[in-house]
């Protein structure tokens, strides 16, 4: 079974986004587009961090050779630095791709007063920093064990300490100054996909060595806009790359009457006609509802504690909002929402069937559909397997192992021996207190779900001590194997499913695995499915489904649906599928030309 978003259209050399020349960006300066981020970046070099908000910065920074037609569904990947589609050799194994003369990098000191031209070695250069053990980067999972020759590299500087960045690779060279060639172990048509993502994007290496652990800090690349302000967890600020190519808003409609608007609006417009990005960090929800409400913000996700005023009952915009010229563009995401369980946490990680079933009981004592109801006011559905919909290996029609029964979360407790004190809370089979240290972040939204999980743990006699910390510093927690439990979201990077199951893969635990966990029967599964091609995998993915159910590293929880308030002066506003940055294909305009 194909997903709805996987489709053979990938290899089509026809080049929707099409540059108009050598002119200068034609952003105008006194357009500022201005949103607003829930939670803070952790800087801009994306082979270090995977977190979600550095990497809707990082995707107008730096290119990739490819990247998603903004309007196509299914999704479609098209050219980005690459003059066309790639030449496809060996059903499927051998990748050559062409990329435009005359892409320069934005100016630098790095470049010590050159105009740096961007070349095929430079994404030869940023696969290797992928491929550094010392970056520990979460994207390695996407390409480990599938490019001939990276891995041996890999292993060789495991051994000596050092990656020898110098060092020819079979599966990934130059063939000249304009021309890069893939070479994958075996045959994979997904492979296109995994060169779209932030982290593949080129990155000169002088820039890199030039500022070292400040690289997050200082990021250089070819795309529409540059870093021009950066004040960490508070304002990042981007202007226009003035040397940058541009494009022509020439996309095609779905049939769909917003996208028949968005092609009214926008076919033929020179592109970015954005000038300045201005991104706030606003963690509380109360916060960015009255900044939107009082036009600071040019669109946002509508919050879970606005719905009841915003919208009807049949989900469309009260008529004292559209009076206002606001649109709604409601957008279920390719995600999944969870809680992380340390593995690796001595209190409550291990394989003994005291600590399987202890995670168990959790898991079941946490009312999915109550969440939904209460934190997401119904704007949400249940995640049933680790794959979610509108990605390629979910199945519609799999259910959960694990449901809400806190009857049943009781009884195991009680049978492995986790006794109630006199305070009504549980102890160790050996007397000692059982409590559970969740990390959790500060915003109002975060407080209700805190609120959610302490009265469904009260329910089964488990003690939780709530440690409030913020989004970035909890994420580094988890990415160091240093907490007992948190809660993460996982947005699909490509539309494949293993983008999902790689999370949980025990290779991977240090660089995106975050439960820490590790498990030879799920690994043998996940391997297994990599060997096969996208369309055989379903099973697997079913499978380690199963596994996870049964082990209980990660408590699925809902797949949200995002409400999108578009203020009347932006036009070209869609939410895409897999891409999370639009910013490049809207325009800022009078609110009477709207009309």
């Known amino acids: 079974m194909k997903s709805k978003f996987f489709t053979v259209a990938l290899f089509s050399s026809v080049i929707v986004i099409a540059p108009f020349g050598n ?86 000191v790095a470049f010590k007063g050159k105009r740096r031209e961007l070349i095929a070695e430079d994404y030869v250069y940023s696969i290797k920093r992928i491929l550094d053990p010392k970056n520990r980067s979460s994207s390695y999972s996407f390409i480990d064990n599938k490019i001939v020759g990276t891995n041996a590299l890999v292993e060789q500087a495991k051994k000596s300490g050092k990656f020898d960045y110098d060092a020819k690779i079979e599966g990934v060279k130059a063939l000249d100054r304009y021309t890069i060639q893939f070479t994958l172990t075996q045959a994979d048509y997904n492979f296109p996909y995994i060169l779209a993502y932030s982290t593949f994007g080129a990155t000169a290496r002088e820039v890199v060595e030039y500022y070292k652990d400040r690289l997050g800090m200082h990021p250089v690349g070819t795309g529409p806009y540059m870093l021009s302000k950066y004040v960490p967890r508070s304002k990042i600020e981007l202007v226009a790359n003035p040397d940058y190519r541009g494009f022509v808003w020439n996309f095609k409609s779905t049939g769909t009457a917003w996208d028949n608007q968005l092609v009214k609006e926008m076919s033929g417009k020179k592109m970015p006609q954005i000038g300045k990005v201005n991104i706030s960090i606003i963690e509380e929800e109360q916060s960015r509802w009255l900044a939107f409400q009082s036009k600071q913000l040019d669109f ?269 002066q932006v036009q070209g506003f869609k939410a895409h599928p897999i891409m999370n940055t639009n910013w490049q294909f809207l325009d800022i305009v009078s609110p009477n030309q709207n009309k």
């Open 23 to 108: 002119s200068k960006t034609p952003a105008q300066a006194e357009k500022v587009l201005r949103i607003a981020f829930e939670a803070p970046d952790d800087g801009f070099d994306m082979v270090k961090t995977y977190n979600f908000y550095s990497g809707n910065v990082a995707d107008v920074i730096f290119e990739r050779l490819l990247q998603y037609d903004y309007l196509a569904n299914p999704v479609k990947l098209v050219p980005s630095t690459a003059q066309s589609m790639p030449i496809i050799k060996e059903n499927g194994k051998v990748y050559i791709f062409k990329i435009q003369p005359g892409i320069y990098f934005t100016d630098d």
């Open 300 to 568: 946002d996700k509508l919050t879970s504690s606005a719905i009841p005023k915003v919208l009807d009952q049949n989900n469309q915009l009260k008529p004292e909002i559209k009076k206002q010229g606001i649109r709604l563009y409601a957008n279920k995401e390719a995600e999944i929402t969870y809680s992380m369980i340390n593995m690796l946490d001595p209190i409550i990680g291990g394989n003994s069937l005291d600590k399987v079933a202890l995670r168990r009981a959790i898991a079941m004592s946490f009312n999915v559909n109550e969440s939904i109801r209460i934190l997401r006011k119904g704007q949400a559905v249940k995640a049933e397997m680790l794959v979610p919909a509108g990605v390629n290996g979910h199945n519609p029609n799999y259910r959960s192992s694990v449901g809400y029964n806190p009857t049943l979360a009781n009884k195991l407790l009680d049978h492995f021996g986790y006794k109630k004190g006199a305070d009504g809370h549980r102890n160790f089979p050996d007397g000692k207190p059982l409590i559970l240290k969740i990390n959790t972040e500060s915003g109002t939204s975060s407080v209700m779900y805190s609120e959610l999980w302490k009265k469904n743990l009260d329910a089964i006699g488990i003690k939780a001590d709530f440690k409030v910390s913020n989004f970035a510093d909890n994420l580094k927690a988890a990415s160091q194997c240093q907490y007992m439990m948190w809660s993460g979201a996982w947005h699909a990077d490509y539309p494949e499913g293993e983008n999902f199951t790689q999370l949980l893969y025990g290779p991977n635990v240090g660089r995106g695995n975050q439960s820490c966990y590790k498990s030879d029967a799920y690994d043998r599964l996940y391997e297994q499915a990599m060997k096969l091609s996208p369309d055989q995998r379903m099973p697997f993915y079913e499978k380690m489904s199963r596994q996870v159910e049964a082990d209980s590293p990660f408590i699925l929880q809902d797949t949200r649906i995002r409400n999108w308030m578009v203020q009347p």
